[in-house]
């Protein structure tokens, strides 16, 4: 290992260190950190994940498909394709895990008008707090991880990217942007990761007056990019869902609806 690696793990605690690599690796996730689950597991595997209706019903890229990741050391949040209130769904349920579906595209940014999705939650879990990690857990998230300029980078940065390719074979994406339904935040508010600016959440949903029900959303990506980095990215690279609970060592459970992304002129 690079001495200046090993000197970023040995700062803050080796344990300590690889365990939030993971988490942020999860945070991360539509960047292609993490690693396939087997088709065939205790959630219907990926071919039943990416075969289902709700699979078929999300557009996003052509001859794209969802896969289920898996984080070192940690348990899975189970996904689970199927049907919720009148239309095709995925349901997650998180028991102190974090994993995420992901599926990898690449779409340029120039293309990109909006992207639709729906959740559908019942409960919130007040104790969630995007801004601190040791409960920087959400009951639903949309990741977005796009291809761009490294010239913002921080050397920590760089340094936590080549951890997480040693750690799950796959470097931190350029810039990731998450839409989280938050308790308390007002919509709009945007959280930097306490680790790495290269990860932003902007929430998407507030409080408790949407609950039980499916709520709509549509977003403006690239808007929201220049909101929360002040940057333009270059392409689209994967687009993540993940319910976690593992900071809180919680429960949280999430519907999420089928997803479309509006290309420009179509």
Request: proline share 6%; glycine share 10%.
């Amino acid at each position: 290992m690079p001495s200046h690696l090993s000197e970023t793990l040995h700062s803050a605690n080796r344990r300590q260190t690889l365990a939030w690599l993971g988490a942020s690796a999860a945070a991360a996730l539509a960047g292609c950190a993490g690693r396939p689950r087997p088709a065939g597991d205790a959630d219907g595997g990926e071919a039943a994940l990416a075969d289902s209706a709700w699979a078929q019903t999300s557009q996003l890229a052509p001859g794209a498909r969802w896969e289920h990741h898996v984080f070192p050391q940690r348990r899975i949040t189970h996904y689970r394709a199927g049907q919720h209130g009148g239309r095709p769904a995925l349901r997650a349920d998180s028991d102190a895990g974090t994993s995420a579906v992901r599926m990898r595209l690449r779409v340029p940014a120039a293309e990109i008008a909006a992207l639709r999705w729906s959740w559908w939650v019942d409960d919130l879990n007040p104790a969630f707090d995007l801004s601190d990690r040791d409960t920087d857990d959400a009951v639903a998230r949309v990741i977005l991880a796009f291809e761009g300029g490294r010239e913002h980078w921080t050397p920590r940065d760089h340094n936590l990217s080549e951890l997480a390719r040693l750690v799950t074979g796959e470097p931190l994406p350029d810039a990731t942007l998450m839409y989280v339904w938050d308790a308390r935040l007002p919509v709009g508010t945007v959280v930097r990761h306490p680790g790495t600016g290269r990860i932003r959440k902007l929430v998407a949903a507030s409080g408790a007056q949407d609950l039980g029900r499916w709520l709509e959303l549509e977003r403006d990506p690239l808007a929201d990019m220049r909101l929360a980095f002040g940057e333009t990215p270059t392409a689209l690279v994967a687009v993540g869902l993940m319910t976690d609970a593992n900071n809180t060592r919680s429960r949280a459970a999430a519907w999420y609806g089928p997803l479309a992304l509006i290309r420009r002129g179509g």
